[in-house]
């Protein structure tokens, strides 16, 4: 009876997976390329201006100038074996995430767009939750260490050379800030308890703790302003895909209310592509396509304030308009899904919405 049962469901099976397939055309199968390229040389850009700039790779300029490609001009010093193979691995960055993606959408088309969305959604939301745990933990410990070291009590807990060490903005952000963004990642893909909302209270918390270490005790060092700066500054930078996942931001709404559902529709997936993935580009292009520019400056040299002693976050600022560009880049592209979904489901007169997964939220 139980293999029965299992013959007489595979069939079904098979027939509504082909009646999916049936369904899907050219421009559900371009969408999910498109979002599938969006999303992928997005983030490639990211780890391969790190390679470059942090670890000295030489970029795919480099790589293209040594070969003599695309009109770029001959490097002075030619590249060796070594600097070749690793800028092949960069542009392997560039196109293996893109091959994966049409392998697996291939795969995928029997599925509704909306799953596709909801992928994309659930990145978003995991890189909000690690940034959140990140700047978290790294204000809280960053603020300890800064409290330690400005009343003097590092030397007798850690030693005077590791004092010297904690002092320096390179060590710190390499052996105390990188460990806990690394741990901050296992634990965003381990919990949704908290959210980047969480930061509000904290930084009420921060802001109480200053009012009354002035007015009480008459106490206040420049580490404490600069805990607060740095979690309002990540309040509003991560809270964006957040806001964008629940129709949270604020529209300049002129005629939007009166669009019906499939102009809305429109409106949203051309807006995605035209205004907010390109945003999401200029940032990133124009703050890291140099080792000067305005984000990949700070970031590279663990720039700090000029306040004395006070928290070595400044450079994780710049940092957070980067998560900025790439969270809101991952959930442009869901929304740009969840908008060609719509316009579907109208086209073919199913105006019933496609079961999906429950929505994550960072």
Same mark, same amino acid.
């Given at each position: 009876?139980?293999?029965?049962?299992?013959?007489?469901?595979?069939?079904?099976? %098979?027939?509504?997976?082909?009646?999916?397939?049936?369904?899907?055309?050219?421009?559900?199968?371009?969408? =999910?390329?498109?979002?599938?390229?969006? $999303?992928?040389?997005?983030?490639?850009? /990211?780890?391969?201006?790190?390679?470059?700039?942090?670890?000295?790779?030489?970029?795919?300029?480099?790589? &293209?100038?040594?070969?003599?490609?695309?009109?770029?001009?001959?490097? =002075?010093?030619?590249?060796?074996?070594?600097?070749? &193979?690793?800028?092949?691995?960069?542009?392997?960055?560039? *196109?293996?995430?893109?091959?994966?993606?049409?392998?697996?959408?291939?795969?995928?088309?029997?599925?509704?767009?909306?799953?596709?969305?909801?992928?994309?959604?659930?990145?978003?939301?995991?890189?909000?939750?690690?940034?959140?745990?990140?700047?978290?933990?790294?204000?809280?410990?960053?603020? $300890?260490?800064? &409290?330690?070291?400005?009343?003097?009590?590092?030397?007798?807990?850690?030693?005077?050379?590791?004092?010297?060490?904690?002092? #320096?903005?390179?060590?710190?952000?390499?052996?105390?800030?990188?460990?806990?963004?690394?741990?901050?990642?296992?634990?965003?893909?381990? /919990?949704?308890?908290?959210?980047?909302?969480?930061?509000?209270?904290?930084?009420?918390?921060?802001?109480?703790?200053?009012?009354? /270490?002035?007015?009480?005790? !008459?106490?206040?060092?420049?580490?404490?302003?600069?805990?607060?700066? @740095?979690?309002?500054?990540?309040?509003?930078? #991560?809270?964006?895909?957040?806001?964008?996942?629940?129709?949270?931001?604020?529209?300049?709404?002129?005629?939007?209310?009166?669009?019906?559902?499939?102009?809305?529709?429109?409106?949203?997936?051309?807006?995605?592509?035209?205004?907010? *993935?390109?945003?999401?580009?200029?940032?990133?292009?124009? %703050?890291?396509?140099?080792?000067?520019?305005? #984000?990949? !400056?700070?970031?590279?040299?663990?720039?700090?304030?000029?306040?004395? @002693?006070?928290?070595?976050?400044?450079?994780?600022?710049? %940092?957070?308009?980067?998560?900025?560009?790439?969270?809101?880049?991952?959930?442009?592209?869901?929304? &740009?899904?969840?908008?060609?979904?719509? #316009?579907?489901?109208?086209?073919?007169?199913?105006?019933?919405?496609?079961?999906?997964?429950?929505?994550?939220?960072?």
């Amino acid at each position: 009876m139980t293999s029965t049962a299992t013959t007489a469901t595979g069939p079904d099976t %098979g027939a509504s997976r082909s009646a999916a397939l049936a369904g899907v055309d050219g421009v559900e199968i371009a969408s =999910r390329i498109v979002a599938a390229a969006v $999303v992928s040389i997005t983030f490639a850009f /990211t780890a391969n201006f790190f390679l470059t700039f942090g670890w000295g790779w030489p970029g795919l300029p480099a790589l &293209f100038a040594d070969a003599g490609w695309f009109g770029f001009a001959p490097l =002075r010093n030619p590249l060796d074996g070594a600097q070749v &193979f690793r800028g092949w691995i960069q542009v392997a960055i560039y *196109v293996v995430p893109i091959l994966f993606a049409v392998v697996w959408i291939a795969s995928t088309l029997h599925r509704p767009l909306q799953v596709g969305a909801d992928a994309y959604s659930e990145l978003a939301a995991f890189i909000i939750r690690a940034s959140f745990w990140s700047v978290f933990l790294v204000g809280f410990v960053d603020a $300890v260490i800064s &409290f330690l070291r400005v009343e003097d009590f590092l030397p007798p807990l850690v030693g005077d050379d590791m004092t010297i060490q904690l002092g #320096l903005s390179k060590f710190r952000g390499q052996y105390v800030h990188l460990p806990l963004m690394a741990l901050s990642c296992v634990i965003a893909l381990f /919990t949704r308890s908290l959210s980047v909302v969480w930061l509000a209270l904290l930084i009420v918390l921060a802001e109480i703790q200053i009012v009354f /270490t002035r007015f009480i005790f !008459s106490y206040e060092q420049a580490f404490m302003g600069d805990l607060v700066r @740095f979690w309002y500054a990540s309040l509003f930078l #991560l809270a964006s895909a957040y806001s964008l996942v629940d129709e949270g931001h604020v529209r300049v709404d002129v005629f939007y209310a009166r669009f019906s559902e499939k102009r809305k529709a429109w409106t949203n997936a051309v807006g995605s592509m035209a205004l907010g *993935v390109p945003l999401c580009w200029i940032i990133l292009t124009m %703050g890291m396509w140099t080792k000067g520019s305005s #984000l990949a !400056s700070p970031l590279l040299n663990f720039e700090i304030s000029q306040s004395g @002693f006070g928290m070595y976050v400044k450079y994780l600022m710049a %940092g957070l308009l980067v998560i900025f560009a790439l969270s809101m880049a991952a959930q442009f592209t869901a929304y &740009f899904l969840e908008s060609v979904a719509v #316009l579907r489901r109208k086209d073919t007169g199913d105006d019933a919405a496609p079961a999906s997964a429950v929505p994550s939220h960072p």
